[in-house]
């Protein structure tokens, strides 16, 4: 069954420059990258996409671990990837969470740490399944951004806004 999961490059894996280590890796499931983009992560974002773990004690520092605060690089690339099994497959490849419990030739294994406060440094998000999947991909990616359509849509009119344009 065709599935999709978000993938997060994070900020500790982009410093130790492992964005193309971590996409050849990612390239074995031969699935295919529906979305990719650089985004800078607010309190906002972080906090909901964690939000499943407000009350535990370590959640301030992982917010500011995704924000990029604890590696003065306040940015993560954010894919989606499509295909057979796709949970699956890229959560195999990841390894556990906890680096210290990944195998050594998983992602987290290989490049993973812990810091001295106990913040799992694991330099790759992986939804969990599908339901978690659909959640973190329609809270980082517009239907816009996504070459497939992977969930319903509908128009809505945009109220005028101010945005950044280019001078």
């Known amino acids: ?27 074995e499931t031969k699935l295919e990258i529906v979305a990719a983009k650089m985004a800078r992560v607010s309190r906002e974002l972080a906090t909901e996409h964690y939000k499943h773990l407000t009350d535990k004690p370590f959640f301030d520092d992982l917010i500011k ?21 796709a949970i699956k497959k890229c959560r195999d490849l990841a ?6 419990e990944a195998e050594s030739t998983s992602i987290r294994g290989s490049y993973g740490r812990i810091t001295t406060s106990g913040v799992y440094e694991n ?11 659909q959640r973190e991909i329609q809270l980082w990616f517009a239907p816009e951004e996504i070459i497939v359509d992977l969930y319903p849509v509908k ?5 005028k806004r101010q945005k950044k344009i280019w001078a």
């Open 95 to 100: 390894g556990a969470t906890n680096p210290e």
């Open 123 to 133: 330099v790759i998000h992986v939804s969990s399944n599908a339901d978690e999947a």
């Open 155 to 159: 128009e809505a009119a945009e109220i």
């Open 1 to 27: 069954m065709n599935q999709a999961v978000l993938i997060l490059i994070k900020p500790d894996g982009l410093k130790k420059s492992l964005t193309g280590n971590i996409l050849t890796r990612l390239s």
């Open 65 to 85: 671990y995704l924000r990029g605060e604890l590696h003065d690089r306040r940015k993560v690339m954010a894919l989606v990837y499509w295909g057979e099994d």
